[in-house]
């Protein structure tokens, strides 16, 4: 089976490559604005929202993994999310159609939930707050119309919650490495859950689709179970690393201004900040969805979530595992 991804270059893409490699099973093949730093042998500089090109790097293949997006929370000007995360899905599935091809998976995200909704699961009511949710919930809209007169296709959509792992420079491994500093500030009481997804569990899902998967249109929700609060989550940072960590707690008012000084910071300076109001709002947030779905699929993950983030605590902050240096960095 010749399986391409598109976008496959980065964080969860790389550690895909890494697993159905190592299986030996698959010819693969990735397509992607930027080179590939550990496959560059499967690499072919492409871009998603280019219909010529996509029609010549599908061909000959058997399964299509679409991971290209636009997902920073700073993106100017907005009008990328859709040109890449909607767009793009239009001229994949041109150049699928183009091929012979009927099998995709799709990542998507959880945000198209929008924020603090109560364990939504597949099926729940679509709110998304800003402009990477709702350019993947209208990618989603393309996919489905697509569906309604090619239903002989086998189609899978994957809503990860945030995706953290080994070299990862995003959301979780920030807050990781604020709280073992020891120089931690809660925003609120610390009580609010956290779902999160071990990369290494995520892409052997995504191998558990490319394998069993044989009909329809099927959308998943991705966490590792259980979630787990704030307080919980700064408790394992202590406990894996063997270090006191104190911890600070302020009130979300507060917290949110302090966001707001930092939002008109980063304008004056025309600068990227690690600090800003919309990553407080979604801090502070409650982000724990339903992932009974996968559970009922029979896929059993490699990982715990505990084993997930001892296994990037060790990786990122004890010793010198990381020889490379090399980095993604995401949101």
Not at 89 to 106: D, H, P, R, S, Y
Not at 128 to 151: D, M
Not at 177 to 205: E, T
Not at 238 to 260: A, D, Q, T
């Amino acid at each position: 089976m010749k399986v391409t991804l598109i976008g496959g270059s980065g964080f969860v893409g790389t550690r895909l490559f890494n697993l159905l490699e190592e299986s030996g099973e698959y010819h693969l093949n990735n397509v992607d604005l930027v080179q590939s730093h550990f496959f560059q042998q499967y690499t072919t500089i492409g871009d998603v929202r280019k219909q010529d090109q996509m029609n010549k790097e599908l061909a000959d293949t058997d399964f299509v993994v679409l991971l290209a997006a636009q997902h920073r929370d700073d993106v100017k000007p907005h009008s990328l999310y859709y040109d890449t995360n909607v767009e793009g899905m239009k001229v994949t599935l041109q150049a699928m159609e183009n091929n012979g091809i009927k099998n995709l998976i799709f990542f998507s995200s959880v945000a198209v939930y929008g924020l603090n909704r109560e364990n939504p699961n597949e099926n729940s009511i679509k709110d998304p707050f800003n402009h990477y949710g709702k350019s993947k919930w209208q990618a989603e809209q393309v996919l489905q119309e697509w569906y309604k007169t090619h239903n002989d296709w086998v189609i899978s959509v994957l809503r990860p919650t945030v995706i953290f792992g080994e070299r990862n420079r995003g959301n979780v491994y920030n807050l990781l490495k604020q709280i073992s500093s020891g120089r931690f500030i809660m925003v609120g009481n610390g009580m609010n859950k956290k779902s999160m997804a071990y990369v290494g569990n995520v892409v052997a899902f995504v191998k558990h689709l490319i394998d069993d998967r044989k009909q329809g249109y099927e959308e998943y929700n991705y966490i590792d179970k259980p979630d787990y609060n704030m307080n919980d989550l700064v408790s394992l940072v202590s406990s894996v690393l063997g270090k006191h960590i104190p911890s600070i707690h302020v009130p979300y008012c507060i917290g949110k201004f302090i966001g707001y000084c930092f939002d008109l910071l980063a304008f004056i300076t025309r600068k990227k900040l690690t600090v800003s109001s919309v990553r407080i709002e979604k801090f502070c947030a409650t982000t724990e969805f339903c992932a009974d779905k996968v559970k009922n699929t029979g896929f059993k993950p490699p990982f715990t979530l505990k084993e997930g983030l001892s296994k990037t605590l060790m990786f990122e902050f004890v010793g010198k595992n990381n020889k490379d240096g090399h980095v993604f960095e995401s949101e």
